[in-house]
């Protein structure tokens, strides 16, 4: 038995998740913790990770480290996402983690995040055919699924923290700003040449904005248990409504809303709007919420090479 540690370095937030794993291939986490370090924060397009926001994340992954190093057995992942890979200084900062930390983050590709995803996906939930949103702080991942099979994947640079920088969507929403935004994320998904392949299929929908989504309609529902969110199904209608409840309100009321997080009540309008501007194009009627995503992909790769011996 082995309890591997995967550091989770996203754009608005870093996650551990500490699991172990069994000789006959099986797993059980048994521990999570999260920390919004908001690594992107201020990045613009210069595309520098700021000092501020650095500071921050170590720290987290300090506190991490500290929790992890207590079970036996460990074996540690660190990954990282958008943020970090579009960085014009991601080098130093890799280097700088590493020394202070001794962890070794490894940069995702934009297709390697949307492949573990789709891992974690088809591995957790009975879906054959659907299109996989996946919405960070500054990347969104599509994944077109075909009679289980990953049949096209692309990693986007939009995502909650990015298009809320950028567009001025954080407190008063004006009608210009949201405008321009949405022209923007429009061109972005129409630029991807198969997105309607993917025409009325159900939207399978990983990342914290869209966790985020799911708790405020399980609130709204009284739905006892808010966080059980995974298979959670919703039809495009209430997604529609839920937008249209947050653009019409400031920051301040925004963080009123049960189930919203005020951490991420003033990038929640840019991490929603993707998804309402995808589920337009490809005249989606529902979605499916998933809490599989790259991280269990990660275990799903693991457990095949190191205890069955199979590469994915």
Not at 68 to 83: D, K, L, N, Q, S
Not at 103 to 132: H, P
Not at 135 to 152: F, M, P, Q, Y
Request: proline share 2%.
């Amino acid at each position: 038995m082995k309890n591997l540690v995967i550091v989770d370095l996203g754009s608005n937030s870093v996650r551990m998740a500490i699991n172990s794993i069994t000789d006959e291939g099986t797993f059980r986490e048994i521990r999570r913790v999260k920390e919004d370090s908001r690594i992107s924060e201020g990045m613009g397009r210069e595309r520098l990770l700021r000092p501020q926001a650095i500071n921050r994340t170590i720290e987290a992954l300090h506190r991490f480290k500290a929790i992890y190093e207590e079970y036996p057995r460990i074996e540690v992942r660190g990954i990282t996402t958008a943020a970090v890979r579009m960085a014009r200084n991601q080098k130093d900062f890799l280097k700088r983690v590493q020394r202070e930390t001794g962890i070794k983050l490894e940069v995702l590709s934009g297709d390697d995040e949307a492949y573990y995803d789709y891992l974690g996906v088809i591995n957790s939930l009975e879906v054959k055919d659907c299109l996989v949103l996946d919405t960070g702080g500054a990347s969104c991942e599509l994944i077109d699924v075909h009679n289980g099979k990953a049949r096209n994947m692309i990693s986007i640079p939009i995502g909650a923290v990015s298009l809320s920088e950028r567009f001025h969507l954080s407190n008063v929403i004006r009608g210009d700003n949201l405008f321009s935004a949405e022209m923007f994320v429009n061109k972005q998904l129409r630029d991807v040449w198969w997105i309607m392949d993917a025409f009325n299929k159900p939207v399978v929908l990983l990342g914290g904005a869209n966790r985020t989504l799911a708790r405020i309609n399980r609130c709204r529902q009284k739905i006892a248990r808010v966080n059980n969110i995974h298979g959670y199904r919703l039809k495009t209608e209430a997604i529609n409504r839920t937008f249209r409840s947050l653009i019409t309100r400031n920051l301040e009321n925004r963080k009123k809303i049960a189930g919203l997080e005020t951490a991420r009540a003033d990038i929640i309008v840019g991490g929603v709007l993707p998804l309402v501007m995808l589920l337009q194009m490809i005249d989606s009627d529902r979605v499916i919420f998933s809490e599989s995503g790259v991280r269990e992909g990660i275990i799903s790769e693991y457990i095949n090479q190191h205890v069955k011996g199979v590469n994915l």
